[in-house]
């Protein structure tokens, strides 16, 4: 039996660098132009943007832009493999693209508009090492394009680039209110406006959710819910210009002008039209959510009378990491990654959230879930060992 101890506690002592690793990996990893944890300042978030350098038009973007003065050295986030350096056929300006193996999976960082490479093909490099000097995109403007692409090549690959980089997220992060809730041009149909915003320091958002439920207190069933998730119809849409049309799926997204020196806020709205949806005698309760990359949320919840007229309930908040039971529900879904389809989806599922969820720092839900592999590692040794053992 004492041996049968030993050999289990070496087992732990085996696995525990597994459990340390998958907690702290991404924490480990650094910025690309500052070099630290530190976010670098943006001029342009991840998803819906208005693109000031062609008059303001609307604009999918598939990463982040960091401006920096020409030739400020760019560094490796983490250790990895160069692919590209250098011009490319698939870019029309100069690109390093670097492979990592993050949690099992592989992504690619691509630094754009630089304006040389410092590394070569298939050479090995480390965290903060130099791997490029910045440059300028056609219209002018100095900075560096960054992008994120997991377990693929293309840009539906591409991810918000705070799911993998550290930073540290604050309490007051997010913020969302209904902004209108009217009658539509059909019987059942309202046209309801969500504004979501976030602050230029922390551009971690990754979409909104409209819930309405029966009873003006939210006791009744969920009577409609639909989502949008830019990371989810990023990786949804094969066809990338698709995205570029503000109207996804009956929802037309208005983000404002943003810049890399104001405003403060990085806000949005998003008219979802039609909501198509009978009002039960006891009214109805109205629901935004903003959430972020992982999964922390906010609510504002706006009462629907019976009679057609609106009362407000805390039409907003500021409150980070909570959110209300929703229950089991059917729900719509714009841009699922799931369903397989091309372009944003609109389909019917069953969907549960929690009861609350907590602001880690992001980095939560990505240590969680890679604790999986290290424990089954353990469990497996332990029961190879004893049956091996067994007389």
């Not at 997220?169 to 019987?187: C, H, I, K, P, R």
């Not at 309405?212 to 949804?236: C, H, P, W, Y």
């Not at 714009?334 to 389809?341: E, I, M, V």
């Not at 969907?351 to 353990?378: E, I, K, R």
Request: aromatic share 8%; with cysteine.
């Amino acid at each position: 039996m004492s041996t049968l101890f030993n050999s289990f506690f070496a087992l732990l002592l085996l696995g525990a660098p597994l459990f340390v690793f998958a907690e702290v990996s991404r924490e480990n990893r650094i910025w690309p132009i500052g070099g630290t944890a530190q976010p670098d300042p943006h001029s342009s978030a991840f998803g819906p943007r208005l693109k000031i350098s062609e008059d303001s038009r609307y604009d999918w973007h598939r990463g982040v832009d960091l401006p920096t003065p020409l030739n400020t050295p760019l560094l490796a986030v983490d250790d990895g493999v160069v692919r590209i350096a250098g011009s490319h056929p698939s870019y029309s300006d100069g690109v390093v693209q670097i492979v990592h193996e993050w949690d099992g999976v592989t992504y690619y960082t691509n630094y754009l508009h630089v304006s040389s490479s410092l590394v070569a093909v298939d050479q090995e490099v480390s965290r903060g090492d130099q791997v490029a000097l910045s440059g300028e995109s056609e219209s002018g403007f100095a900075h560096l394009h960054f992008e994120v692409r997991r377990d693929g090549l293309f840009q539906r690959n591409c991810v918000n680039p705070w799911m993998e980089l550290p930073y540290t997220d604050s309490s007051t992060s997010l913020q969302v209110s209904v902004g209108s809730v009217q009658a539509g041009g059909n019987d059942n149909e309202y046209i309801i406006v969500v504004i979501a915003s976030q602050p230029r320091t922390i551009l971690d958002m990754n979409g909104v959710r409209l819930q309405i439920r029966a009873n003006e207190d939210g006791s009744g069933q969920i009577l409609f819910e639909k989502e949008v998730n830019f990371n989810a119809m990023t990786l949804a849409t094969e066809n990338w210009e698709d995205l570029d049309d503000p109207v996804q799926d009956d929802v037309t997204i208005e983000p404002a002008s943003f810049s890399s020196t104001e405003p403060e806020r990085a806000v949005y709205t998003f008219t979802f039209d039609p909501v198509t949806f009978s009002l039960p005698e006891g009214g109805a309760l109205v629901r935004a959510y903003a959430f972020d990359v992982f999964e922390n949320e906010v609510m504002a919840q706006q009462e629907l009378a019976a009679a057609g007229s609106t009362s407000s309930t805390g039409g907003s908040s500021t409150t980070t990491g909570s959110s209300t039971t929703t229950g089991s529900s059917s729900s719509t879904t714009t841009g699922s990654s799931s369903s397989g389809t091309t372009g944003s989806t609109t389909g019917t599922s069953t969907s549960s959230t929690s009861a609350s969820t907590s602001s880690t720092g992001g980095g939560g839900a990505s240590g969680a879930s890679s604790l999986v592999l290290p424990t089954f590692v353990c469990l497996l040794g332990f029961v190879t060992f004893v049956l091996v053992h067994l007389p």
